[in-house]
């Protein structure tokens, strides 16, 4: 079946212009989590929506990043006035109540 | 301290043989345990997914769980070419079930033919 998708797959921007990252989860899985990956580092944890509960923002590095999940299923990812330091590779992934989270392709953030 | 520990490698063995990779981790609640495969420039690849302690095999893996002593491993049978990645250890669990994954920070395998 299809897995996660995630668009654009590439992002070029400027520093201080803001940028949108879409997530489409799989069908019927409940939590979706958006993680990033810097260049050789492992993954960050950003934020994790689960059901109805609300939404576990911990990893969020400041208030430039948002994000939020419509009617259960698309995530975006918003953030604002980017900068150098947010070019990374935003990953989605979205799993059923009982775990095993299933990644998807990626967008690759720069910052000029 | 960081919640779980990964050795970063690279770890280099030639084909065929069996490789372990490990992580430790310190969170007493963690329930579930994955391994990831991550191949250069693509996302994180769901391999091994275990409940509790135990192991599970699948194919040429066979991932272990040992919650008294906060150790996961991944053994890869026979190992290929094709296995050179970065493989990486998830864990998560709370007082209300699956949450969060935290992760390792992986290890870059090369298997060389």
């Known amino acids: 079946g299809a897995g996660v998708s995630q668009s654009p797959s590439n992002k070029v921007t400027e520093k201080g212009k803001d940028v949108e990252l879409r997530c489409d989860p799989i069908s019927g899985h409940t939590a979706l989590y958006w993680y990033r990956q810097s260049l050789g580092q492992g993954l960050e944890f950003l934020i994790y929506?689960?059901?109805?509960?609300?939404?576990?923002k911990s990893g969020l590095p400041s208030d430039r990043f948002s994000a939020e999940r419509t009617g259960g299923s698309v995530s975006t990812l918003t953030i604002q006035r980017t900068q150098q330091e947010d070019s990374a590779v935003y990953l989605c992934?979205?799993?059923?109540?009982?775990?095993?989270?299933?990644f998807g392709p990626g967008t690759r953030l720069t910052v000029l | 301290q960081k919640e779980v520990e990964q050795d970063p490698g690279p770890l280099s063995v030639p084909e065929g043989a069996i490789v372990s990779l490990n992580c430790t981790y310190s969170n007493s609640a963690f329930q579930y345990f994955m391994w990831y495969r991550q191949y250069s420039r693509k996302g994180p690849e769901l391999l091994m997914y275990t409940y509790s302690s135990g192991n599970k095999e699948d194919g040429r893996f066979t991932a272990q769980v040992d919650k008294s002593s906060k150790y996961i491993s991944l053994f890869i049978r026979d190992s290929q070419p094709s296995d050179s990645a970065t493989y990486l250890c998830?864990?998560?669990?709370?007082?209300?079930?699956?949450?969060?994954?935290?992760f390792g920070t992986g290890t870059r395998l090369l298997v060389s033919p």
């Open positions: 929506f689960q059901g109805n509960s609300a939404p576990d």
């Open positions: 992934a979205s799993s059923t109540s009982s775990g095993g989270a299933r």
């Open positions: 998830a864990m998560s669990g709370g007082n209300t079930g699956f949450q969060k994954l935290v």
